[in-house]
């Protein structure tokens, strides 16, 4: 396993060679909009071997529970996992699981049966919320945004100090904004509104 910090990185091979291993790390979806042509056919094989990988590391560590990030693919793998070695399993979404769900009626049955298996899901923001209670309307669901808490961090400098600092008038807005440039970030919108 790879280490980063205090956390342990199982990771697992689905297929030789190394290019086509594609799944993850925002690589099999192009711009976060379409899925890569090769998807459907690594697809079965990274479920399999993920599948493999989890029962083997839950069982050496003596997992209470699965935490799987993304409803798909990874929870389909948690789903299944957790039935065989029966321990409950959580779901937090991210957004291109979701996404994909809408876009693909097998991916929707397939998230809409993983849902139904887990013991709760967390979701990011109201959107991700509801549209996964959409896709199942008797999902154990919970809004958990991310984000700073205001009152840990606040900053350093108020307003007018960074207005002056940087030469910006008072009348003058001000628009800061963070993401990847994909389609799905609705950078798009943030330019048509100015």
């Known amino acids: 396993p790879d280490e980063s910090s205090k956390i342990k990185v199982h990771r697992f091979r689905y297929i030789f060679p190394e290019k086509f291993h594609i799944l993850g790390h925002a690589r099999s979806l192009k711009a976060d909009v379409k899925l890569h042509p090769l998807v459907p056919f690594l697809l079965p094989l990274f479920i399999i071997a993920s599948i493999i990988k ?50 693909n009626f097998i991916f929707r049955a397939v998230a809409k049966w993983v849902f139904s298996q887990s013991t709760h899901v967390t979701a990011c923001s109201q959107e991700l919320y509801d549209r996964a209670k959409k896709i199942n309307p008797d999902i154990k669901i919970q809004l958990l945004p991310w984000g700073a808490d205001p009152d840990l961090f606040e900053p350093l400098e108020n307003r007018e100090e960074i207005r002056e600092k940087y030469g910006w008038k008072p009348e003058e807005i001000i628009i800061t904004a963070l993401g990847r440039l994909v389609y799905k970030k609705g950078f798009g919108h943030l330019i048509a509104a100015i």
């Open 54 to 103: 989890l029962i083997k590391v839950a069982k050496d560590i003596k997992a209470n529970a699965i935490h799987a990030h993304w409803v798909l693919p990874n929870g389909l793998s948690a789903a299944i996992v957790s039935n065989i070695i029966k321990i409950p399993f959580i779901i937090s979404l991210h957004g291109s699981d979701i996404f994909m769900a809408d876009k």
